[in-house]
């Protein structure tokens, strides 16, 4: 049985009667009717009474191009979610008359393009084709090169995606500018990749004459012969990637593919390609990253020789330190402690090499969780207590917190909460000499965080108090909630979000309100707590009233349906 806030109901019945009673009764029977509408959908919100708030809502909206954007991308798709393709449909014909009010030729292109997406969702492929019709009329007559090609590019990527080949490639073709015309047939090689016409595929690729936009649609031809089992193809196209650096990460991600596939012997001579590549690029950041990624690889696929001989081929002993322990946690979790204290053993030296004492303490406290997890935890700590030295010489206060909270982290890993809590505190207060307030409040969100995935609840709930705001602390409690269902403790993460709940529901800005509100839904439903997800994104609703702008009301109304529709 649904119980229902009777003395708004008969408010708004009350209303209704008092309005029609005045002059101009139609118009006045409207506004009530409307009022009662909102204040019944605020006692029991459902998906169908929000969406039709949200409509109405949206009729108010000045702006014709947002106008039409949250009738096309929001309610039609939610309503095509809940099954009711024929109220999509019809609020997609709201959003054509409105579109065909929008003067600018630029504004009414993209609204058109933005239509035929969702009637595309909606498996309507005529009138997608119609809209995408008159999208191309209106773009042809955009006077500005780059607007014009940026429309027409992004029409003949919706001509290609519902396999009109030829029309795309006619699109494309008629495009002045270079990039927009090369972005064009990218994206067209790409839709026929997807659909498994990869000759024709990497045929259209032969008539894009920008290097970085070739490279781009062979990283897509790539990922979709890798979806389709096709590695060796999907080697040779990833091997002629001009760019270096973009050729080393698609190289990589196919080796990746090749050794969840059980093909490691293929995975191993793809990764040497992708380190070929990556020691071409020059720029030292870039090249590191990609190596960095390389040695993950080889570590993940059970390669922890090659992946050390990656390690040290890079000059920074910051990051070198990091790709080994890396390497030494990897072997560690599977079982090999003995290779994994021969790898710590070489990271130790290098850690202690490193000039710069924030890096040097995390060098340090990453070294001593990879001890943890090969079984030498007092090593580990003792080690944490040369991170915490390192730290003293941090002189700026974020950078110190931070330090001095993943060596907490890090030594109640090891088994030391004594020693964790008293790390903890030091790290609260050099987080209260931060200046700057967006700052020392996320270095905070972090400490408290982090001593609830050390197990430190107390001390974490403790420490809550202390943030002054409402929508802070929602959002710390939601995310300790998450933490111990985690570890399994759902009943204490339950009692968690209803703190959470309580903490979002006074905060005073009303945007913000609905936010916090939002985020605890979708942590109560990750979770599976899908009645509670409901029962609190209902409490949302009313917050909607008060919003400043009726775009942001509509927005957030949708959304809101959306959530419900979802946790139904």
Known sequence: MKYFDMSKILVAAIMTLVLVGCSNQEDKAQIAQSQAETL???????????????????????????????????????????????????????????????????SRVFS?????????????????LQTLKSAHIIANNITDDYFRGFALADIARKQAQVGLYSESLATANSITDNDSRASAIRFRAIAQAEAGLFSEAIKSTKSITITEYRGYAFEGIVKAQVAAGLFSEAVIIANNIAVDDARASVLTNVASAQAKAGDKSA??????????????????WSRTRELVDIAKEQAVAGFYSEAVKTANSVTDDFDRVSMLTSIAKRQAEFGDQTGAIKVITVAVPLANSITKNYERAI?????????????????????????????????????????????????????????????FKVAIITAKNIAEENIRLSTFENIIKAQAVAGLYPEAFANINSLISKQSRSYVLTEIAKIQAKTGDNSGARKTMQLAIIAA??????AMRVLA????????????????????????????????????????????????????
């Open 363 to 423: 060098a340090f406290t990453d070294i001593a969780i990879a001890q943890t997890i090969a079984g030498d935890k007092i090593g580990a700590l003792n080690l944490l207590q040369s991170a915490i030295i390192a730290t003293n010489g941090v002189t700026d206060y974020g950078y110190r917190a931070h330090a001095l909270r993943v060596v907490s982290e890090a030594q109640a890993k090891a088994g030391n909460s004594s020693a964790a809590r008293k790390t």
């Open 267 to 284: 995975a191993l001579k793809t990764l040497q390609l992708a380190i070929t590549a990556a020691k071409s690029i020059t720029f030292d």
């Open 40 to 106: 019944l959908c605020e006692t029991n919100p459902t998906t169908q009474c929000l969406l039709g708030l949200a409509i109405n809502a949206a009729e108010d909206i000045p702006d014709d191009r947002k106008r039409a954007r949250v009738l096309a991308i929001g309610i039609a798709v939610v309503q095509s979610k809940t099954g009711d393709k024929a109220a999509a449909v019809k609020t997609l014909e709201s959003a054509i008359l409105i579109t065909n009010s929008i003067t600018s030729d630029e």
């Open 505 to 510: 529901k006074n905060v005073a800005d009303n």
């Open 517 to 568: 509100i939002m985020d605890i839904s979708k942590a109560q439903s990750k979770i599976g707590d899908k009645a509670g997800a409901l029962q609190t994104i209902k409490l949302a609703v009313p917050a909607t009233n008060n919003l400043p702008r009726v775009y942001m009301r509509t927005i957030f109304l949708i959304e809101i349906a959306n959530m419900i529709q979802t946790n139904e």
């Open 112 to 128: 058109f393009i933005e239509i035929a997406a969702t009637q595309m969702q909606l498996d309507d492929k005529p009138a997608s």
